[in-house]
């Protein structure tokens, strides 16, 4: 197995991994976490494309991580206020809870 | 690469002006909100902020059209021009709209956070990059999340503004994972490069799976079905202006960056050439959307919940003509969404101007509003005819030219072709629905003892201004159409 393919297989197993975090846990800060884990999972496929493909000295693969990254941050930034707000109004956070919208 | 600075500078303007005006009103706020009303504070805010919207729009119009601009991450095509111009109206006529119906604290911050997203939607009108693309949308994202939840006085706004960030976040994760198999296919982020690079390789599993995340993606932020189950939480319990934000511009935005994407990046250089990767699953999410949107909006005896219903379906109209823009142009689906977007804000501020006088959820309390307010019971009827697609609105003309391209593709045996006749189909069950709510409005007797609503002055102008545009592009639709 090459060393691409391994960083591939790392970054979909991780991106999985996320997927059913996200889906499976009723804690709203466990599917925050995620919810990092899948884009994390991208900024390694970014990283592993950019060193093992074609044209490493471009370094766009590499840019493109430093502005995931930052834009991840502030997401989990807003996220976390947003759990805040609703820890206000139930005492928790469990999204199993969060059923005043339906219909 | 060589980058020129003032031409970057200059295509740039309507950003720079609405980031500006951000911070102005921010600074602003800051410095000489002490000791004045709340009242006062928001009047200030929102005069401010419709500045920074107006010279934005401003600058738009005076920017010329241009080649690839900043070593090909921006292109001032038709498409990103129109787009521009359309998601700065429609953040204009909600804006125009808040004072005297959001009665909220912090309402520097309110304004500061719409125009951050506008700027996020203006930026997604014209990126011909992944890069750009990604972080105008998060831009964009991000701030909606927080206006969904401004109003922390209520448990209903945090959660809506909580379940559209999961749903925003994991979708923007599909949608990272996507462009990074994009990368890898072909180590470009520019379209154009993408696209050289996908023609001179066959079409690989990894390039379905890349597409697949992609469109997951978009389907979660458009509201697609089956990816739309957060957008009637969020139109329920978002603030009323900060929800048809929410319903109207940023779908423009989102459209404009996805066509672009599908049409310059993801399609093969020969226009005969086999048919396009991702035709199979837009084909499948528009006639999804359209059949799940129709049919849940039928039972739902929530407004706002019903406007969410009707979004989805026209995210699959929406998407019948991204099928079908590859042959016809974007002219159709861009008027479809510019016209769509503006009766859902005409229909959300009509929502606001209630939510200050005692609230409008449920189908009944909207009965009588002919009696308790002529304009609104108006603009309502207007808007809800518009979307539902009758002359001499505008929403006729842009089902009509998005219908007309898909029978005309290769007749109604043809894919597009079927699922323009399915759509046309179940047009007649959303209006309805539409004429379920416009009942009660128009026919119904107002409840006793139910005062007369006093439309505040900004939103009557904003709602006149809506319903003008309505009949405008309904009767001269050249207005837009020539532009492309």
């Known amino acids: 197995m090459s060393p691409l393919q391994a960083c591939l297989l790392f970054s979909s197993a991780l991106f999985s991994l996320g997927l059913i975090a996200v889906l499976v846990r009723s804690n709203a800060i466990l599917v925050l976490l995620g919810v990092e884990l899948m884009l994390n999972a991208a900024n390694l496929n970014f990283i592993a494309f950019w060193r093992y493909g074609p044209a490493p000295a471009e370094g766009h693969g590499v840019v493109f991580v430093v502005f995931a990254l930052a834009v991840a941050a502030a997401e989990a930034a807003v996220g976390l206020a947003l759990v805040i707000a609703l820890h206000r109004h139930q005492r928790n956070v469990r999204l199993g809870d969060a059923r005043r919208l339906h219909g | ?484």
């Open chain 2, 1 to 484: 690469m060589t980058i020129d600075h003032s031409e970057l500078l200059h295509a740039f303007r309507p950003e720079a002006c609405l980031v500006a005006g951000a911070l102005l009103v921010l600074g602003l706020d800051l410095a000489t909100g002490r000791g004045r009303t709340a009242e006062r504070r928001a009047r200030n805010a929102a005069l401010l902020g419709l500045l920074a919207l107006a010279a934005a729009l401003a600058a738009t119009f005076a920017a010329a059209p241009s080649g690839p601009l900043a070593a090909g991450t921006m292109l001032l095509d038709p498409l990103a021009r129109v787009t521009r111009a359309g998601v700065l109206g429609l953040a204009l006529l909600a804006l125009a709209a808040t004072p005297g119906t959001l009665r909220l604290p912090h309402a520097a911050e309110y304004v500061a956070l719409l125009l951050f997203a506008t700027a996020g939607f203006t930026l997604m009108a014209g990126t011909t990059s992944l890069l750009l693309g990604f972080v105008a949308l998060e831009l964009a994202s991000i701030a909606l999340y927080l206006l969904a939840g401004f109003d922390k006085s209520r448990p209903e706004s945090a959660e809506a503004a909580l379940k559209y960030f999961l749903f925003g976040a994991v979708a923007a994760a599909f949608l990272l994972f996507g462009f990074s198999l994009l990368y890898g296919l072909t180590g470009a982020l520019d379209l154009p490069g993408i696209a050289r690079g996908l023609a001179a390789q066959p079409v690989s599993p990894l390039l379905l799976v890349a597409v697949v995340m992609v469109l997951v993606g978009f389907g979660f932020k458009a509201a697609a079905a089956p990816f739309h189950l957060w957008a009637p939480d969020v139109y329920q319990g978002a603030p009323a202006p900060a929800a048809a934000l929410i319903a109207s511009a940023a779908k423009l935005a989102g459209l404009a960056f996805f066509l672009r994407l599908l049409g310059s990046g993801l399609t093969a250089p020969a226009a005969d050439g086999p048919p396009a990767p991702w035709t199979g699953a837009v084909a499948v999410l528009a006639v999804l959307s359209l059949v799940v949107g129709n049919l849940a909006a039928l039972g739902q005896g929530n407004v706002r919940r019903l406007l969410a219903y009707s979004a989805v379906a026209h995210a699959g109209a929406l998407l019948l003509g991204v099928l079908v823009s590859g042959r016809a142009g974007p002219g159709p689906v861009v008027y479809y969404a510019v016209t769509y977007g503006l009766a859902t804000v005409g229909a959300f501020l009509v929502l606001a101007v209630l939510d200050g006088q005692g609230g409008a959820q449920a189908h009944a309390d909207l009965a009588g509003l002919h009696r308790r307010s002529p304009l609104l019971a108006g603009a309502l009827a207007a808007c809800l005819l518009s979307l539902a697609g009758i002359p001499p609105l505008a929403g006729f003309l842009g089902k009509f030219l998005v219908f007309a391209e898909a029978l005309k593709a290769g007749g109604p045996a043809s894919l597009p072709g079927a699922i323009a006749l399915l759509a046309i189909a179940l047009s007649a069950v959303a209006l309805y629905y539409y004429l379920i709510v416009l009942k009660e409005a128009l026919v119904r007797a107002p409840a006793p003892g139910a005062p007369v609503i006093r439309v505040p002055a900004g939103a009557a102008l904003s709602l006149i201004a809506t319903v003008a545009l309505l009949l405008a592009l309904g009767l001269v639709p050249d207005l837009l159409l020539r532009r492309f």
